[in-house]
């Protein structure tokens, strides 16, 4: 057994109701606190207030088009995996005015549109999410031409992280590598023991200002016991997964996506695919956009929009005399080459982080790692 | 300005009048239309008629009498831009379910005397008889793409009504999806968008009120409801809406149903 003080040295223990402390404690130094909630038979993100907004003793059963919320037997507050929202809609809006322009005396005039002095505090980041977040940043933030909406969200974002206890029934990060255990990029990370008898939480600061705050909290030292539990739940999530048939084996899966674009089970899935663009939208990387101008009926007024847009849309591909990618086929492919294969060329990583939202949500449960399986020929029945 | 104003008719063909009421339902901008554009011909507002050429009519409802087939092409010859408002003009609206059955029984059901009417066998979209600049789609039609449509003609530029699914927007409302999380049966996956996906919002599956998304993949949509318990009949008449003489809604119809899907009774 490891003594406190080795390599875990910083990890303590804060009571169930500590946690509401936390959110009070971000609340008032001016983070908007946002956090799980349910709402019309899910679990998604929200502003909280306090510790009685989050779901408790709940859990998500998830399959390809399918998501059901269920009691779960204690109290837990974080017993469940990922929902139909992901943080991006937060750091990354799906609607958003960019300028306004006016007929002026001289010509247009451009009226810049300030950015919010929003501060978050996002409570229950899952690892698969920090991961994406981490990926939506290099695509944002590390070009040429930064984002600037993105920028202003991101930059004092504050990240309280919880490690996964339970798998979900469409996640497949330990085949990611992006989880279930939370490594980098956050403030805090928590590991909840919903001990009935003594409902607590394992504390690892990730920076000196999670150390901070943690430090206006009631806490105590972790013992090796706690530190056991702690770890036993998370192998139980890696367990699940494992156990699950939906893994994605990723070695060399640039290469076999782009050695396999004529393969026949791109016109198998595109017999399925609604191109209705779900898998996108609730997709934690894609980050695609589109602008739209607008006038009022004058014409003295202009406004520039953007929104997220996808590549299961015509438009998207439109060019001077129509559209690249008519075919429902066409637009499949881009998606999941582009996820799983050219981001990895355009961003130096993969661009599926595991967390299954694509599968869930996709209405006729189109299920990328079985589609990767049958690429890979390890499906029967996929037409030659 | 001394800029003329370009002259607006609004007609009315086989219709509810709900989208003609979508433009008076403008309030504010209907001044500001009324400002920007010389409303030449809108019976339903006004009893003013000034004779055409017309710079842009909007058309409502569909081509069901002899009658009317020619009366559109009369229109067309007067109209510089013709657009066509709803989804009776756009698709056949709700009286093209007659297309599926013998209209002359309907005739015989209906009406005492039966040999005064004079109808065609279908109701069918204004483009089937003329040539159409731009068509807007919804049972009713969104006010605010109206005013979008009427803008972007004043202001030469592209409408933005994009032709993508209602999914999209009921994502950017950031709605949970009454279909993966209920079990609700919605037609958003192959619907036109346009209303905001205004049901899903309200728990409710969407009734494709807009007509049949860009590629809309019905079969497998169809075969998703049924694999979830959808009946085939309820699937069937999910189709047979207002958009039911839409090629993607119809062509489902036909095959789900093999023909009978909606008559059963
Ligand atoms: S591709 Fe699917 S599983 Fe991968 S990150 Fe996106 S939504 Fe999650
Ligand atoms: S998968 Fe499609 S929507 Fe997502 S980032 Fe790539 S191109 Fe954009
Ligand atoms: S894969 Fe599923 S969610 Fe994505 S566009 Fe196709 S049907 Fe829609
Ligand atoms: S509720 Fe309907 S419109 Fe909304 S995402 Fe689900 S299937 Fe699409």
């Known amino acids: 057994m490891k003594s406190a003080g080795d390599r875990n040295a910083g990890l303590s223990i804060i009571e169930r109701e500590e946690l509401g402390t936390l959110i009070d404690v971000l609340g008032a130094r001016g983070y908007q606190v946002i956090g799980p909630v349910v709402s019309d038979g899910a679990i998604v993100y929200d502003r909280i207030a306090s510790l009685a907004d989050l779901p408790e003793g709940l859990t998500d059963e998830q399959d390809g088009g399918r998501y059901r919320l269920k009691q779960r037997d204690d109290r837990a507050l974080f017993g469940y995996v990922v929902g139909p929202h992901s943080w991006k809609k937060y750091l990354h809006p799906p609607r958003i005015r960019l300028f306004r322009a006016e007929c002026a005396e001289n010509g247009l005039r451009i009226i810049d549109e300030e950015q919010p002095q929003e501060k978050f505090a996002f409570i229950g980041a899952r690892s698969c999410e920090l991961h994406a977040i981490a990926i939506q940043d290099r695509v944002l933030l590390d070009g040429v031409y930064p984002d600037a909406v993105y920028r202003a969200r991101r930059e004092n974002l504050f990240v309280v992280a919880v ?14 590598n992006t989880g279930p255990k939370a490594t980098t990029g956050y403030d805090l990370a928590l590991t909840e023991i919903p001990d009935p008898d003594n409902h607590r939480f394992l504390v690892e600061p990730g920076t000196a200002l999670g150390a901070e705050i943690l430090g206006a909290l009631s806490s105590r030292e972790a013992t090796p016991d706690d530190e056991t539990i702690a770890e036993q739940s998370i192998a139980r999530a890696v367990e699940q997964m494992e156990n699950n048939t939906r893994r994605m084996d990723a070695t ?8 396999n674009l004529e393969h026949a089970r791109w016109d198998d899935v595109a017999q399925r695919c609604l191109t209705c663009a779900n898998c996108t939208m609730v997709c934690p990387t894609c980050f695609c956009t589109t602008v739209e101008d607008t006038t009022d009926l004058t014409g003295d007024h202009a406004e520039r929009w953007r929104r997220w847009d996808s ?22 492919r881009q998606w999941m080459t582009h996820k799983l294969a050219t981001w990895i060329d355009q961003f130096g990583v993969s661009g599926c982080v595991g967390c299954g939202r694509c599968i869930t949500w996709c209405p006729v449960g189109i299920d990328i790692t079985e589609e990767i399986r049958a690429i890979r020929g390890q499906i029967n029945g996929c037409k030659a | 300005m001394a800029k003329r104003r370009p002259k607006l008719a609004v007609w009315k063909f086989a219709s509810c009048d709900g989208c003609q009421l979508s433009l008076l339902d403008c309030e504010d901008e209907l001044l500001a239309v009324a400002e920007h554009l010389d409303i030449a011909y809108f019976p339903e507002a006004s009893s003013r008629m000034v004779k055409g050429p017309y710079d842009l009519s909007l058309v409502e409802g569909s081509i069901t009498t002899p009658h009317d087939a020619e009366r559109i092409r009369r229109v067309r010859r007067e109209s510089r831009r013709l657009v066509t408002i709803g989804a009776c003009a756009t698709s056949g609206g709700i009286q093209a379910l007659r297309n599926f059955a013998d209209h002359r029984e309907f005739i015989n059901i209906v009406y005492a005397r039966p040999e005064y009417i004079s109808t065609l066998e279908q109701s069918t979209a204004i483009s089937d008889h003329v040539d159409v600049d731009f068509e807007l789609r919804g049972c009713p039609i969104d006010k605010h793409q109206l005013i979008e449509v009427v803008s972007a003609y004043l202001n030469n530029r592209k409408p933005n009504t994009p032709a993508h699914s209602v999914c999209i927007e009921c994502k950017l409302r950031a709605n949970v999806c009454v279909m993966v999380a209920k079990g609700t049966p919605c037609l958003g996956p192959v619907t036109h968008a346009g209303c905001g996906a205004i049901c899903p919002t309200y728990l409710r599956g969407c009734y494709g009120c807009f007509g049949p998304q860009e590629t809309a993949n019905t079969q497998s949509l169809s075969a998703q409801w049924i694999k979830m318990g959808a009946s085939e009949k309820e699937t069937v008449e999910a189709y047979r809406g207002f958009n039911a003489w839409a090629e993607a809604f119809r062509s489902e119809t036909v095959k789900v149903g093999n023909g009978e899907g909606g008559d059963g009774e």
């Open chain 1, 311 to 332: 590549c299961f849309t015509q438009d998207f591909s439109y060019i001077h005399g129509g559209s690249v990618r008519v075919s429902p086929m066409s637009r499949y």
């Open chain 1, 163 to 176: 490690n996964c206890g339970t798998a979900g029934g469409t996640c497949f990060c330990t085949s990611m």
């Open chain 1, 252 to 259: 060399g899966i640039r290469e076999l996506l782009l050695d």
